[in-house]
């Protein structure tokens, strides 16, 4: 049962550089996030996507884009890496027509930009 | 607007005393709050949720709309307690339902 699994767990990107951060659930969730964490500033969300097909702006989406390629899958994508996206990042899923649900998270991605 | 205030970065403790961390927030509507932790370097893990006022590992939360609180308790702290707590609080249907997190308490216990 892996629940939320992403990769890589690690990378050290230089400045300018482009990669695709992946995500993938196997619980049948609706809804998937993308948060980064940083030393201070708690989580903050990057974009979402309520539903397959759909996918939004959150908090900080300056620098990222996302795709949400079919219901297990959300990657998020850095074009020009820059030094300020040094961070450790979280992908998570949930059931949000569930009252009872939670967010189930990913063992995140630590990714140093140089 | 939507908030979660968590006034502590750091909150130490010894083995054994009573802890709690506190978290407040703003929220126009019905408010739904969790409580998640993160142990070094690992995946955050739902501890508590307010809608199920369960107990998880000895710890409590109580909701105070009257405060607008949801402070996390235990009675006794364990060093395996020391971990990273956030509290969060779900967004409408305009952010997603994303969990909107306060900035987080490290809690440290010593023995």
């Known amino acids: 049962n892996a629940g939320v699994t992403q990769t890589p767990k690690f990378q050290v990107l230089k400045t300018g550089q482009s990669m695709t951060l992946q995500c993938a659930q196997d619980?049948?969730?609706?809804?998937m996030y993308w948060y980064r964490q940083d030393p201070g500033m708690g989580l903050r969300l990057i974009y979402y996507?309520?539903?397959?097909?759909?996918?939004d702006k959150g908090e900080v989406p300056n620098g990222y884009n996302v795709s949400r390629l079919n219901k297990r899958e959300f990657s998020l994508r850095l074009e020009s890496a820059a030094p300020s996206q040094t961070s450790v990042y979280f992908c998570?899923?949930?059931?949000?027509?569930?009252?009872?649900?939670?967010?189930?998270f990913g063992s995140g991605t630590r990714l140093t930009v140089v | 607007a939507q908030r979660v205030t968590q006034p502590e970065k750091l909150l130490s403790v010894f083995k054994g005393a009573p802890v709690e961390l506190k978290c407040n927030y703003s929220?126009?509507?019905?408010?739904?709050l969790f409580w998640y932790v993160q142990y070094s370097r690992q995946r955050l893990q739902l501890l508590l949720r307010?809608?199920s006022r369960e107990s998880i590992k000895g710890f409590t939360a109580d909701l105070n709309k009257g405060e607008t609180s949801f402070h996390l308790k235990k009675p006794f702290a364990q060093e395996e307690d020391s971990a990273m707590y956030y509290c969060?609080?779900?967004?409408?249907?305009?952010?997603?339902?994303?969990?909107?997190f306060g900035k987080g308490t490290s809690l440290l216990v010593t023995p």
């Open positions: 998570a899923s949930s059931e949000t027509g569930n009252p009872n649900y939670g967010y189930t």
């Open positions: 969060a609080l779900k967004g409408g249907s305009n952010s997603g339902y994303a969990l909107n």
């Open positions: 307010h809608i």
């Open positions: 996507s309520a539903s397959e097909g759909t996918t």
């Open positions: 619980m049948n969730h609706n809804s």
């Open positions: 929220y126009s509507g019905s408010p739904e």
